[in-house]
């Protein structure tokens, strides 16, 4: 899959840019799992840490689509086929990665992790996985979000961000120093510069020095 750089798409605003940057830490985090897994090493404990929080990233990100954006924007499209379509697609891709999900689950619970029998069986559900959430990306990125920002105002962009921001001051505060994990240093100032002052600060103070004591992925 790679390390692609994480990029501000064209015309992006802070708000579009909360979600191309959960999609890059998605990638990354599924590049280390596998690394992880292909060196044998599943059952580390920071493995599976970074695991545990990957897992709840991703489901944080499909509750904030499919609870708040994705409705919106069907409202949006009422009466165009080709576009409740596209939204119709992005759901099955979500009922599709939880069992994907569930296997890679199952494959680190084993013991024995090695050059086969649990380790084997943890690389090819990671691939899996991976192939099938690169999927889910590309199309969102193609083309729901596009046709999210043709059809939504900026005010319930604004909204969305809003809603992102309650849920990372009232329980997930892992999201900011997460998406800016490993990144280089423009895109990390793009991203933070993305953000308001205080949630800059709470970064800076509290975030980002917790999450690194936790050294998720460390092996």
């Given at each position: 899959?790679?390390?692609?750089?994480?990029?501000?798409?064209?015309?992006?605003?802070?708000?579009?840019?909360?979600?191309?940057?959960?999609?890059?830490?998605f990638?990354?985090?599924?590049?280390?799992?596998?690394?992880?897994?292909?060196?044998?090493?599943?059952?580390?404990?920071?493995?599976?840490?970074?695991?545990?929080?990957?897992?709840?990233?991703?489901?944080l990100?499909?509750?904030?689509?499919?609870?708040?954006?994705?409705?919106?924007?069907?409202?949006?499209?009422?009466?165009?086929?080709?576009?409740?379509?596209?939204?119709?697609?992005?759901?099955?891709?979500?009922?599709r990665?939880?069992?994907?999900?569930?296997?890679?689950d199952?494959?680190?619970?084993?013991?024995?992790?090695?050059?086969?029998?649990?380790?084997?069986?943890?690389?090819?559900?990671?691939?899996?996985?991976?192939?099938?959430?690169?999927?889910?990306?590309?199309?969102?990125?193609?083309?729901?979000?596009?046709?999210?920002?043709?059809?939504?105002?900026?005010?319930?962009?604004?909204?969305?961000?809003?809603?992102?921001?309650?849920?990372?001051?009232?329980?997930?505060?892992?999201?900011?120093?997460?998406?800016?994990?490993?990144?280089?240093?423009?895109?990390?100032?793009?991203?933070?510069?993305?953000?308001?002052?205080?949630?800059?600060?709470?970064?800076?103070?509290?975030?980002?020095?917790?999450?690194?004591?936790?050294?998720?992925?460390?092996?």
């Open positions: 899959m790679g390390m692609e750089t994480f990029a501000v798409q064209p015309r992006d605003t802070a708000w579009h840019t909360l979600l191309y940057a959960a999609h890059h830490a990638r990354r985090d599924l590049d280390r799992l596998a690394a992880a897994a292909a060196a044998g090493k599943g059952q580390a404990s920071h493995v599976r840490a970074g695991w545990e929080n990957l897992k709840e990233q991703i489901r990100h499909q509750e904030l689509e499919d609870g708040w954006l994705w409705p919106r924007v069907e409202r949006a499209v009422r009466g165009h086929r080709a576009e409740r379509a596209v939204l119709e697609e992005l759901r099955s891709d979500h009922a990665l939880a069992p994907l999900i569930a296997r890679v199952a494959a680190m619970g084993d013991t024995g992790a090695g050059d086969a029998g649990a380790g084997g069986d943890l690389r090819a559900a990671v691939r899996e996985l991976s192939e099938a959430l690169e999927r889910h990306l590309r199309h969102e990125e193609a083309s729901a979000l596009p046709l999210a920002r043709s059809v939504l105002a900026e005010a319930e962009w604004v909204a969305l961000a809003a809603e992102a921001r309650g849920r990372c001051e009232a329980g997930t505060p892992l999201f900011v120093p997460w998406v800016v994990d490993g990144i280089g240093p423009v895109e990390r100032s793009r991203f933070l510069t993305a953000l308001p002052k205080p949630l800059r600060e709470l970064n800076r103070v509290t975030w980002e020095p917790r999450y690194r004591k936790r050294r998720l992925w460390s092996i």
